[in-house]
């Protein structure tokens, strides 16, 4: 399988934690390339580059034009400390385009650029193949057909880049962020006579984070709110702490164990078998979290003999540990007996316990940073879009993800982060807003449930809310599967957004 970078694990992972763990064991080389200083601009500069191309989508041919802008954003004073970059393309010849959607999209780390779900899922051009192989072909599951799409790389990132001299460190934290990621959308509608358009967001994993983020200060400002937010991998907080973030995570260590058959499948399906899995977390193994130490006996044997034969871990390890389980635990224990452990962004992955010798998290076997595919974007940009870039194009910047700035309106920490009721407020000062929402089944990262059960917890109505699970990890496009279904899903989801606005 495929690993693209994904920056979600290091969410909960400060550089002090970072190197306490494992502090003799060695740093993965793309880590410290995505350590790397930014190249600055020399100056502010407000560049559009136009092309025309041609796609096969769904077996048809469309016409679109490639728009790559730039836009000055400024500082505290006022004045351009950094320019931001979008890469847009909008079809030609499919009727009225003011009535047209238009799709923003974004990722998250914080400190990703766009490049996943620009290049790998949703953009009319599709990086497939790894190494000396990879290459771009049409993609035929990019959503072009559906929508105008424009992909966003937040300051720090892509080729957005601080100006020399200049102090950007505004944009790099949950409420400056959002506010730039909202003054670049509000630009690009009005530049091109889409402030009329239907608007949906598309986020993934803290990307998630900064759509609703998006929508609250949209709400303060009293700014128009968008048609449609697409969530994929849900890291929204309200789903960490003892007993929730066991219960929302022990359906993605059922499912795992799974697919490592691990457990006796009994014939079920995984989706089944999370299900089983969810209904036994909701009951009884809450109940029993929450006696805690006043548990009896019997039932704690109890409750551990059912976790064994759902997650596939002794349960004379799970009394043990009081029916506690860590997620590195699970990860390195689920498949000792082979010498193997899981992955975490993705928990289908395997490698040798032996072997696992980088510092966590990067000793994740689906996490790759994102090292082989750089190159790629950059001649990409430059050959088919006619984007001169003015320096690296930085896929990821971990510089940025370690001095995030958890501003206190949003909890202050990543730990206390709160966003579902921001979606919430949206819906309801919106009526016709609506939600989707889509993880992966073996996601144990941001496991798919914790997003769900934010969203019920936050009273965010069930009925306006398209909920999506996949058998895959945290980037659910990584497989030709799980894209073509995304992309079908996703399709859907525009169509209901259009018939909620009529």
């Known amino acids: 399988m495929r690993r693209t970078f994904i920056a979600a694990l290091l969410l909960a992972a400060s550089p002090s934690a970072l ?4 502090a003799d064991a060695p740093m993965s080389p793309a880590f410290l390339r995505a350590m790397e200083p930014m190249v600055p601009r020399d100056a502010a500069s407000a560049r559009i580059v136009t092309t025309r191309h041609v796609v096969m989508i769904g077996g048809k041919k469309l016409a679109y034009r490639a728009i790559v802008t730039e836009q000055p954003m400024p500082g505290v004073d006022g004045a351009p400390v950094a320019v931001g970059v979008s890469y847009a393309y909008v079809a030609e010849g499919v009727g009225d385009s003011a009535k047209r959607p ?22 009319p051009r599709r990086i497939t ?21 424009v992909f966003i790389d937040p300051v720090g990132t892509g080729a957005s880049m601080p100006i020399k001299d200049k102090d950007a460190s505004s944009y790099w934290g949950v409420g400056g962020d959002a506010r730039g990621v909202l003054a670049m959308i509000e630009r690009w509608l009005s530049a091109n006579g889409r402030t009329g358009s239907p608007v949906v967001l598309v986020g993934e994993s803290y990307g998630t984070s900064r759509a609703l983020a998006i929508l609250n200060e949209a709400t303060k400002a009293r700014k128009p709110l968008p048609d449609g937010v697409a969530l994929l991998s849900l890291a929204i907080g ?3 702490g003892p007993v929730i973030s066991d219960v929302v995570t022990l359906p993605t260590l059922a499912a795992v164990a799974w697919y490592h058959q691990a457990i006796d499948r009994g014939g079920r399906t995984v989706e089944q078998h999370f299900a089983d899995a969810l209904a036994f977390a909701q009951a009884d193994y809450a109940t029993a979290l929450l006696h805690g130490p006043a548990l009896p006996a019997a039932e704690k044997h109890r409750v551990a003999a059912r976790m064994a034969a759902l997650i596939g871990i002794p349960a004379a390890t799970l009394e043990a540990k009081d029916l506690r389980l860590d997620k590195q635990d699970f990860m390195l224990g689920l498949l000792a007996a082979k010498g193997l452990r899981t992955g975490q962004l993705d928990g289908r992955a395997i490698r040798a316990i032996a072997e696992s010798n980088l510092r966590p998290p990067f000793d994740d076997p689906s996490m790759s940073l994102g090292s082989g595919s750089t190159q790629t974007i950059e001649t990409y940009l430059e050959s088919e879009l006619g984007y001169a870039l003015p320096g690296p194009y930085r896929s990821l910047n971990l510089g940025i993800n370690f001095k995030w700035n958890w501003d206190k309106e949003y909890g202050g920490s990543y730990r206390s982060m709160s966003f579902a009721p921001y979606l919430k407020a949206a819906m309801e000062a919106k009526p016709t807003l609506r939600a989707f929402t889509g993880g992966g089944y073996y996601d144990i990262t941001t496991p798919v449930y914790a997003g769900q059960f934010a969203l019920e917890q936050a009273g965010v109505p069930a009925d306006r809310v398209a909920v999506h699970h996949y058998a895959a990890g945290h980037s659910v496009f990584e497989d030709e599967a799980g894209l073509a279904a995304l992309s079908t899903d996703l399709h859907a989801f525009v169509a209901g957004v259009l018939a909620a606005r009529r």
Do not use: I, K, W, Y
């Open 238 to 240: 309200d789903s960490d």
């Open 102 to 123: 238009v799709m923003f999209v974004f990722n998250g780390g914080p400190g990703a650029s766009s490049s996943p779900l620009h290049m790998q899922a949703l953009g």
């Open 19 to 22: 190197h306490a763990q494992g």
């Open 129 to 149: 193949g790894t190494g000396d192989a990879a290459h771009l072909e049409d993609n035929r599951f990019s959503l072009l057909d559906a929508a105008d799409l």
